[in-house]
């Protein structure tokens, strides 16, 4: 894309449209070399209820810092693992007295075998932490009136699913996702969980997502540090398409070389026979 496309969210830019996890990686250093690959905007990290002292023994997050320390991304905290809107918040709060950061992906589920989210309590959370200064990244479903909802509570982007966490299965409502973009044209749309593929990333953007978040498709990935760079491609390559626009699907086949000036012997055939 041309340098005049810079991706902004609550007035702060964000250096790329795809977005990493960082668990589930064999080792730290498959992961820190898949980051170095994709260069994401964010990378996340679920705090799930450690205490500062375990956080300085874990060799992923002293990476992730490392990495993150050298780069252009951010640290993006997220409240994994919370069943409730209290659980959330106080998570949210305890991440960002140990990351000295207002980001958060605020994740409060819902049912366990799918993980979908609860809405009622992620508003409600979504509400308290931006009255309390929280950038606010709402992982959440695909319905428009539970995202109007999640804006209206102050946060500065939506991330609906493309399909369940971890499936791979990809954009499984494109209608859905469609629908979100008319409605909410000037919304920061970032598509999270249930992206498998580079394609499906890229169909992701084509559609008009402003970005991507995965993580289960890249660590789980037979090479990691080559997946990340594919994503990456595809994340660029769906927004580029986007705003080249797209032709007009047709019904009838359409010529894409015209017949006005050739011999009428060439025009005349039919099936490979001359028509009379």
Known sequence: ??????????????????????????????MVSAFASAQ???????????????????DYHERVNQWLSASQSRLL????????????????ILARELFKTSWIKLEVIGDEYSLQPNVFELVSAARELSSQGFHVLPY?????????????AGCPAIMPWGAPIGTGKGIINPYQLRTLRA??????????????????????????????????????????????????????AGRTAYHAG???????????TPVAGMPFWHTAMRGGQPHE
């Not at 790329?16 to 064999?26: A, D, E, V």
């Not at 905007?41 to 300085?56: E, Y």
């Open 183 to 236: 409605r909410l044209p000037d919304t920061t749309i970032i598509v999270d969980a249930g992206i498998g593929r580079p394609s499906q990333a890229m169909q992701a953007m084509e559609m008009g997502a402003d970005g991507v978040l995965l993580n289960t498709a890249v660590a789980k990935a037979a090479n990691p540090v080559t997946m990340a760079g594919a994503f990456a491609a595809a994340v660029d």
């Open 77 to 92: 905290p997220n409240t994994a693992g919370c069943q409730s809107a209290k659980e959330a918040i106080q998570l949210a």
């Open 1 to 30: 894309m041309a340098d005049s496309d810079v991706f902004t969210i609550a007035g702060e830019e964000i250096s790329s449209r795809l977005w990493l996890g960082s668990s589930m990686y064999p080792s730290p250093d498959i």
């Open 140 to 152: 959440c479903t695909d319905d428009l009136v539970v995202c109007e909802s999640l804006l209206h």
């Open 40 to 58: 994401p905007g964010f990378v996340t990290m679920s705090l799930r209820r450690q205490t500062a002292g375990d956080l300085a023994n874990n």
């Open 246 to 256: 797209f032709m007009t699907e047709r019904d009838m086949a359409s010529p894409s």
